[in-house]
């Protein structure tokens, strides 16, 4: 089974990539997504919440800033700029069960670039 790292990894190289479908192997079939825009549930909520973010900044240049993972519980803290929009505070949180994502925390604030 891999180690939260290595989901949290995989994830984030997946996310850098724009495989969101890839990136569905991480995620366990019943996810809860709890996000500034509300909550997302199973597959279909990741994919949810990734089309939002994709909505506001498209093709962004994302920069994760800091990781903390401690067992199961991870944490980033990211930014992403277009020319036209940008995130300065982006911050997620993640529990991993069994090498998977069950529960995540989105945090962003759009702004103009």
Do not use: K
């Not at 180690?3 to 079939?29: K, M, W």
């Not at 949810?48 to 920069?63: K, N, Q, T, W, Y």
Request: hydrophobic fraction near 40%.
């Amino acid at each position: 089974m891999r180690t939260t790292t290595e989901v949290i990894h995989d994830h984030l190289g997946n996310r850098l990539s724009a495989d969101v479908e890839a990136d569905l192997s991480n995620y366990a079939p019943d996810i809860v997504m709890l996000t500034g825009s509300g909550i997302y549930r199973g597959l279909d909520g990741v994919r949810a919440c990734a089309a939002e973010l994709d909505r506001l900044l498209g093709s962004a240049v994302f920069v994760y800033r800091h990781t903390l993972i401690d067992g199961d519980y991870g944490y980033l803290e990211w930014t992403a700029e277009t020319g036209e929009s940008q995130v300065g505070d982006g911050a997620d949180s993640f529990v991993v069960r069994d090498g998977l994502i069950v529960m995540q925390t989105v945090h962003y604030t759009v702004t103009d670039g």
